[in-house]
């Protein structure tokens, strides 16, 4: 069986050896892509991106991580 994954943009998140609030903020970048998912979007939708950064990065603000965009 084959599947094909279209190409798309993933936010790559970095926390710091030994961060303590890590499992914390993951929880809540986790929501983020529930409540998208909840609105009947993919996290493979080309806008992913563009329509949850803000939200990316307002955590980033709260907690100690840095982040990427890559394409797969």
């Known amino acids: 069986m084959k599947a094909r994954i279209p190409k798309h ?3 790559v998140i970095s926390f710091a050896d030994g961060y303590e609030k890590a ?4 929880e809540k970048l986790m929501e983020i892509m529930d409540a998208y998912k909840k609105e009947g ?3 493979y939708t080309p806008s992913f991106i563009e329509d949850n950064e ?6 980033q ?6 982040y990427t965009i890559e394409e797969k």
Do not use: G, M, P
């Open 54 to 59: 803000d939200k990316v990065k307002a955590l």
């Open 9 to 11: 943009r993933e936010f």
């Open 41 to 43: 979007k993919s996290v």
């Open 23 to 26: 499992d914390e903020c993951w």
């Open 61 to 66: 603000q709260q907690y100690e991580f840095t």
